[in-house]
T-cell receptor, first 117, second 113 residues
Framework: GAGVSQSPRYKVAKRGQDVALRCDPISGHVSLFWYQQALGQGPEFLTYFQNEAQLDKSGLPSDRFFAERPEGSVSTLKIQRTQQEDSAVYLC???????????????FGAGSRLTVL | TQLLEQSPQFLSIQEGENLTVYCNSSSVFSSLQWYRQEPGEGPVLLVTVVTGGEVKKLKRLTFQFGDARKDSSLHITAAQPGDTGLYLCAGRRGGTSYGKLTFGQGTILTVHP
């Protein structure tokens, strides 16, 4: 597609439920990032994939968070036994290359807003 | 501890006024980006600055990267209601090969007609 697509856009979960959030990056993009954004705050890094390889998961808050990108395209962020503090917008972003130059542009999806009751 | 500190956190002004948003850090960044985010959407890139002292202009927006590449500013001239949104600075450090971005906490700008 033309942009990064995320689903569902909104998810309400009861505390203790498991949730799965999907990201469809731009076709052919090598790099994929997941970020967590609290209301009115800046995004915080969760994890990074280069193709199917998860190269950095240093930002995942706990072992309840798990991400995968098995075929190097679609990615899923799974949160087990959700807690109220997991309520946030989860943003996915992709880029064509894996470089660190300023020219490496990230395109963000609209995010999945998770509310845990 | 926030690696990138943005100020002010909230800004409410009248149409036609000028404003400046600051992004400061004690760390050096290889590049710094500014994003604008509207409610229900993801951040959209406005500009990337790479060289210390660099100044870039985008219509009524002027972006500056500090000489030491530790800070940046965004200046908006004659603000309009359409400028309303969350402004985010984000920096890349040299420690990763894949360009991990670290964001500031954002500045919520409201421009009243």
């Amino acid at each position: 597609g033309a942009g990064v697509s995320q689903s569902p856009r909104y998810k309400v979960a009861k505390r203790g439920q498991d949730v799965a959030l999907r990201c469809d990056p731009i076709s052919g993009h090598v790099s994929l990032f997941w970020y967590q954004q609290a209301l009115g705050q800046g995004p915080e890094f969760l994890t990074y994939f280069q193709n199917e390889a998860q190269l950095d998961k240093s930002g995942l808050p706990s072992d309840r968070f798990f991400a995968e990108r098995p075929e190097g395209s679609v990615s899923t962020l799974k949160i087990q036994r959700t807690q109220q503090e997991d309520s946030a917008v989860y943003l996915c972003a992709s880029s064509r290359t894996q470089g660190s130059s300023g020219a490496n542009v990230l395109t963000f999806g609209a995010g999945s807003r998770l509310t845990v009751l | 501890t926030q690696l990138l500190e943005q100020s002010p956190q909230f800004l409410s002004i009248q149409e036609g006024e000028n404003l400046t948003v600051y992004c400061n850090s004690s760390s050096v960044f290889s590049s710094l980006q500014w994003y604008r985010q509207e409610p229900g959407e993801g951040p959209v890139l406005l500009v990337t600055v790479v060289t210390g002292g660099e100044v870039k202009k985008l219509k009524r927006l002027t972006f500056q990267f500090g000489d030491a590449r530790k800070d940046s500013s965004l200046h908006i001239t004659a603000a309009q209601p359409g400028d309303t949104g969350l402004y985010l600075c984000a920096g890349r450090r040299g420690g990763t090969s894949y360009g991990k971005l670290t964001f500031g906490q954002g500045t919520i700008l409201t421009v009243h007609p």
